[in-house]
């Protein structure tokens, strides 16, 4: 089955230590996104990426950094610089740059600071 | 740029009743509007979209919405309300102008009473 996954599903780190949380796509889209979802506050984009080895800040990219070197896979990590990381993140895809903008959601992972 | 507004954050409808939310955006051209909708802790599903054409838009699980262009809104209806329906519905504006980033609305939680 094509689709997206995200991993882990739950994730716990202590103050001060750098996280990386994994998505993975098979269904052959260019572009990738990452969100942060807080209680009443939305999905807020932190970085996104339309094509391999190219990437863009988002709205809160601040304390948060990524990669593209394949195109099913868009890793995030979680820096220490990021003060306040406890969160749900959602990584999504899109077909291509240029169509219709339909994103397509993982499962998420819930990040919990200590 | 673009924007988008759930004026309600909290809608607690009773089962078989009917169901609106609103959503209104800024954009100054026609912009890529979608309704989605996420149980608690996963990811979001896509209800529909719209881009051109028809202003009343068909989606899944007996939902519709209404492209308003002279009142920006786009809000999403059922006309029974099912219990599976409780959860958090979000509303979403994207532009191939603004790099084919979609902005997120704060959602709106659903509640159904039996």
């Known amino acids: 089955d094509g689709g997206i996954t995200q991993s882990p599903k739950y994730l716990f780190r202590k103050e001060g230590q750098n996280v990386t949380l994994s998505c993975e796509q098979n269904l052959n889209h260019d572009a990738m996104y990452w969100y942060r979802q807080d209680p009443g506050q939305g999905l807020r984009l932190i970085y996104y990426s339309q094509i391999v080895n190219d990437f863009q800040k988002g709205d809160i990219a601040e304390g948060y950094s990524v990669s593209r070197e394949k195109k099913e896979s868009f890793p995030l990590t979680v820096t220490s610089a990021q003060k306040n990381p406890t969160a749900f993140y959602l990584c999504a895809s899109t077909p291509r740059a240029g169509g219709n903008l339909e994103q397509f959601f993982g499962p998420g992972t819930r990040l919990t600071v200590l | 740029a673009q924007s988008v507004t759930q004026p309600d954050i909290h809608i607690t409808v009773s089962e078989g009743a009917s169901l609106e939310l609103r959503c209104n955006y800024s954009?100054?051209?026609?912009?890529?509007l979608f309704w989605y909708v996420q149980s608690p802790g996963q990811g979001l599903q896509l209800l529909l979209k719209?881009?051109?054409?028809?202003?009343l838009v068909q989606g899944i699980k007996g939902f519709e919405a209404e492209f308003k262009r002279s009142q920006s809104s786009f809000n999403l209806r059922k006309p029974s309300v099912h219990w599976s329906d409780a959860a958090e519905y979000f509303c979403?504006?994207?532009?191939?102008?603004?790099?084919?980033?979609?902005?997120f609305g704060g959602g709106t939680r659903v509640l159904v009473k039996p």
């Open positions: 719209y881009f051109s054409g028809d202003t």
């Open positions: 979403a504006v994207g532009a191939k102008a603004a790099g084919n980033k979609l902005t």
């Open positions: 954009y100054g051209a026609t912009p890529y």
